[in-house]
């Protein structure tokens, strides 16, 4: 298989990002903390691949324990304010993960119909009955509840908490508020984009929308109200890789005694884990870094308002915008590409309609001057 030469990265991902040769300003990817290429992750990387070499070589539950896969789950439980967490090979998983450790708990599952590939196959890997219900429509969730859980079944709702592409936040509050008329029911959220980057503290879409996060992540049923889950990633906003799910002590050791992830993967690298953990506490001892995207990201959405483009007014660093054809946007993202500036136009994804969309990423790294240089490019583009 070739690839474009044009399109190979050639540097860490970052504000300015080196692409085929040519250093562009670069509003793509999830590198929304700015973290990929920090110097002390990757200090911290290649001093643990140095030590503990390119892999344990053998799952977890043998020996595949290394001191820098235990405290990267000691970091991501005192960020989330868990007990403990799950570290694995691929965010990708994340769902299955959770679907696995709580199987035996609901009889049907439900599922936003633009939610990420990632859900639809922890879903089919559930073995349940599985109903789709329209992109973040509290309504449409609601008749098929009413139509698909009778006589007591307990449904499991999973959505994307944001987006990847639209950059949307589901309405998880109003999800919430209709499952409580169904007794044993789960809400799960993949927050793969929101994690690091969203919420007041960083810690996602259920944060965000200030649900019970005491209730996140635990092997109780609450009394008055649904379960909650969520999954992520270390890959997005904290600049390393691998999958993510805290929780409480007795929801983890139910994924160790259970999930194949645990008993049977090779866990991941132990640099990349210790990278990941110093990640972990430089966002931890920063929280500048998220005040500074926060207000990135206004700062993108108000320009693009005052060009006269429409975008959703979300504190989320994915930016989607829509224009009338494909043309056009094919045509934005080239011209600004000649400018030296990179943005992505995507004609197909889980969350796009049939135009696809421009997806603007928003970065704690970009300054007023890079996000001004984006607006101006954007509006020469669109008067010419």
């Not at 990817?29 to 030590?51: D, N, S």
Request: hydrophobic share 40%.
């Amino acid at each position: 298989m070739t690839f474009d030469p044009a399109k190979i990265m050639q540097s860490a991902p970052g504000a300015y990002t080196t692409i085929g040769g040519r250093e562009y300003l670069y509003f793509v990817g999830t590198g929304y903390l700015g973290l990929h290429g920090h110097p002390e992750i990757l200090r911290a990387t290649c001093e643990a691949t140095m030590k503990y070499g390119m892999g344990s070589a053998t799952s977890r539950r043998a020996f595949g324990n290394t001191p820098p896969m235990v405290d990267v789950e000691a970091r991501a439980a005192e960020f989330f304010g868990m007990d403990d967490a799950f570290y694995f090979m691929s965010g990708y998983l994340g769902n299955s993960v959770v679907v696995q450790a709580i199987g035996g708990t609901f009889d049907v599952v439900l599922i936003d119909e633009s939610s990420h590939y990632s859900v639809r196959d922890a879903a089919v890997l559930s073995q349940k009955p599985m109903f789709t219900f329209g992109n973040r429509d509290p309504d449409s969730l609601a008749a098929v509840l009413k139509e698909q859980c009778t006589d007591g079944r307990r449904p499991l709702v999973i959505t994307d908490g944001v987006f990847p592409v639209r950059g949307a936040l589901a309405p998880v509050r109003e999800y919430y508020e209709i499952l409580k008329a169904y007794p044993g029911s789960a809400l799960s959220v993949d927050d793969a984009h929101a994690l690091g980057a969203v919420g007041p503290l960083g810690r996602g879409s259920l944060d965000q929308a200030g649900l019970p996060w005491e209730t996140v992540n635990t092997n109780v049923q609450p009394k008055d109200g649904p379960r909650l889950f969520l999954a992520g990633t270390l890959s997005k906003a904290f600049g390393g890789f691998g999958g993510i799910v805290p929780g409480s002590a007795d929801f983890i050791a139910h994924i160790h005694d259970d999930s194949p992830y645990f008993r049977a993967a090779n866990p991941v690298s132990p640099g990349v884990a210790a990278g990941c953990a110093r990640a972990l506490e430089l966002v931890r001892d920063h929280p500048e870094m998220l005040t500074r995207l926060h207000a990135n990201v206004k700062l993108v959405r108000d320009g693009l308002r005052g060009l006269g483009i429409e975008v959703d007014d979300v504190p989320v660093p994915i930016v989607c915008v829509v224009l009338d054809t494909v043309e056009r946007m094919q045509r934005v993202q080239a011209e600004l590409m000649e400018q030296g500036i990179l943005i992505a136009y995507n004609p197909k994804y889980s969350d796009l309609g049939p135009k696809g969309g421009i997806r603007i990423a928003v970065f704690a790294t970009h300054t007023e001057q890079m996000i001004q240089r984006l607006i101006d490019g954007v509006a020469k583009v669109l008067a010419s």
